[in-house]
């Protein structure tokens, strides 16, 4: 039978979600449990109840609408992403995985074909790291890889934990009652744009997803002594700001260094207390993000900045403290599942390169408990985490479509 999406409803809807955000459009901010995030996620969720998919949510917030196959206890098949943004984004990243998904499956149901296995769309809590510094909580623990003490021991910038966080955003429960059990899904596909240049600059519509590159992240605090700008002399400094300086080349150095165009090293996050014009900084604490698709290569990076940082503590009389937020390793994609999504591509007469994602996705961590892929449509310039982020209504109503091909074959 034949699949078709719909384009037009689909572009709608994503011009509709990218109204739920806090900065001024066309730029989307929706931090996770926001007022803005809690009203989004209602949004969705009102769009896949009117397609008749069954919803439910667990103590994260983590969002599974299903609809069910002919034989609903097999392993179902999982797609999807998710909808937080990160501060100034545009309204691609993780939107076009999530509508993409539910149009997926409307499509199917349009199609009048009743998959055996159940088809359900996952939208996942928190993918960005915005709030609480990681990224991809409510995957991580879907696949068991946080437990119980993440809920007091992740906090925001104030101090407030994911418990308080997910208490007021209404959701409660055991944590660990998150996680999936083994084999709950057959197979886990994400529909995702590129995030780079790649597809756009072949001129190809389609990426498939082997291997995810490895993130790692850092919290790093620097305390100096503060004091009056005038008064206080530069001999008898100890500025905390000028000591992250350095830390923050060394993480360039470091990068550029390993001479391959996979390592990247950024600083995105600084804040300088008290922060005031005339006051000497006294204290600043730093976000670090390093990948590779080398996990041994990205460590021995991270060891060099770590050597960084004692060396500029020494010769600054500054005491340096870091916190390791996440190193994970990267993933590899399922052979079976790549196929399905390549063969998804050629029914469609679209052509499609098999490439690596330098960006991590909730996709990392499904592919620990789930045969994973994923699908890449290309994005303007490469361009992504900003407001200008963009994908043609075109790229995202095909990617919808193979990915529900590819989803079709797998639920068999
Ligand atoms: C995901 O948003 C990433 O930073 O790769
Ligand atoms: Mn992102
Ligand atoms: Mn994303």
New binding site residues.
């Given amino acids: 039978m034949k699949i078709a999406t719909d384009q037009d409803r689909l572009t709608r809807e994503l011009e509709t979600l990218a109204e739920f955000t806090d900065a001024p459009a066309p730029a989307v901010t929706r931090v996770v449990y926001s007022e803005t995030d809690l009203r989004a996620r209602q949004y969705v969720k009102s769009l896949c109840v009117e397609a008749g998919l069954a919803v439910r949510e667990d103590a994260v917030g983590n969002t599974f609408a299903r609809w069910d196959g002919i034989e609903p206890d097999l392993p179902a098949i999982g797609t999807g992403s998710h909808i937080d943004a990160i501060p100034h984004a545009g309204r691609y990243?993780g939107t076009v995985g999530v509508l993409g998904g539910l149009e997926a499956i409307r499509a199917l149901q349009r199609s009048g074909a009743r998959p055996r296995r159940s088809i359900e769309l996952l939208i996942f809590t928190s993918?960005?790291p915005t709030r609480f510094g990681i990224?991809c909580f409510g995957s991580r623990l879907l696949a068991g890889t946080l437990d119980e003490s993440a809920g007091a021991r992740l906090r925001d910038r104030d101090g407030r934990t994911l418990n308080e966080w997910r208490g007021t955003a209404g959701f409660d429960g055991n944590l660990a009652g998150a996680r999936l059990p083994a084999g709950y899904y057959a197979a886990f596909v994400e529909l995702h744009i590129e995030q780079g240049p790649l597809l756009e600059r072949a001129g190809i519509p389609l990426g498939v997803v082997t291997a995810i590159a490895a993130p790692a992240s850092w919290r790093i605090w620097l305390e100096g002594e503060g004091g009056h700008a005038g008064a206080l002399l530069m001999p008898q400094r100890r500025d905390a700001f000028c000591a992250a300086a350095e830390v923050v080349l060394a993480v360039e150095q470091a990068a550029r260094g390993t001479g391959a165009a996979d390592t990247v090293g950024t600083v995105g996050v600084c804040d300088v207390f008290p922060g005031a014009v005339n006051s000497v900084p006294s204290r600043v604490r730093l976000e670090l993000d390093v990948r590779d698709t080398d996990a041994g290569r990205r460590d021995a990076v991270l060891a060099t900045i770590d050597r960084a940082c004692e060396a500029v503590a020494v010769r600054r009389g500054v005491a340096v403290r870091k916190e390791i937020v996440n190193a994970d390793p990267p993933a590899q994609c399922d052979a079976r599942t790549v196929e399905a999504l390549s063969r998804a591509a050629a029914t469609h007469g679209l052509a499609f390169q098999k490439m690596v994602s330098r960006?991590?996705h909730d996709s990392l961590f499904m592919s620990r408990i789930a045969p994973t892929a994923m699908l890449f449509i290309p994005c303007r310039d490469g361009v992504s985490h900003r407001l200008d982020e963009y994908s043609s209504p075109e790229a995202i109503a095909q990617g919808a479509l193979v990915l529900a091909e590819a989803v079709r074959e797998l639920a068999g």
Avoid: K, Q, R, S
């Fill in positions: 990243d993918e960005e990224g960006a991590y």
